[in-house]
């Protein structure tokens, strides 16, 4: 059974850092793509970041150069490191493992659970 078990959300302030983790369990998650989505309150989810199982990655343009997605594949674990962090990045955070190697296999049928970010002064 896959499992994806998210932490490290919490309250940061504006300009503030967070770093996300995902531990993924029950798969070989090597051979997947792996993204971060988030939802805020009233709105949809969308991606924010995602790494094809050869490390290529893609941002939506509001985090592009504040945000860093990575895997570490020996600990089975996919990262989201957060900079320069915003009030519009309140949001819960979730991980997804792909159905395949590259991004247009994202999303898949697997989620995390959530962790929640909020930026507030």
């Known amino acids: 059974q896959v499992q994806l078990v998210e932490s490290g959300g919490g309250l940061a302030q504006p300009g503030g850092s967070l770093r996300l983790s995902c531990a993924a369990s029950?798969?070989?998650?090597?051979?997947?793509?792996m993204g971060w989505y988030r939802q805020a309150p009233g709105k949809q989810r969308e991606l924010v970041a995602a790494i094809t199982s050869g490390g290529i990655t893609n941002y939506v343009d509001s985090v592009k150069g504040r945000f860093t997605i990575s895997r570490d594949n020996a600990k089975n674990t996919v990262y989201l490191q957060m900079n320069s962090l915003k009030p519009e990045d309140t949001a819960v955070y979730y991980c997804?493992?792909?159905?395949?190697?590259?991004?247009?296999?994202?999303?898949?049928?697997?989620w995390g659970q959530g962790t929640q970010v909020t930026v507030s002064s």
């Open positions: 997804n493992r792909a159905s395949g190697s590259i991004l247009r296999f994202l999303p898949g049928d697997y």
């Open positions: 029950g798969t070989i998650f090597s051979i997947y793509a």
